[in-house]
């Protein structure tokens, strides 16, 4: 069950961190739920370190670490996916 957690987190965050980056991002959905997975982990560390990782009630701050985490891996993941595969694909077409 964890892992399937982790996918929906995964999924939820790549698409707020897609709708907050201005502009179009080109990684397909996939791709985006994987920098979305990487966003809730790292948020998660950051937030074990800040101390905030267990609060009582729902852990905004927590979520808050993980969203700005998900919005900065899927900005420079799509930079690199565009670098190497993108750019590729968009010739083909």
Known sequence: MGWLWAIIVGFVLGLLAKLLI????????????????????????????FGVDATRG?????????????VIIVYLGDMLYMATIGKKKMQQT
Do not use: C, E, Y
């Open 58 to 70: 729902i852990d905004w701050s927590r979520h808050i670490f993980q969203i700005v985490a998900a």
């Open 22 to 49: 201005p502009g179009k991002q080109h990684s397909p959905l996939w791709l985006i739920t994987i920098f979305g997975m990487l966003g809730g982990i790292v948020g998660n560390s950051i937030a074990r370190a």
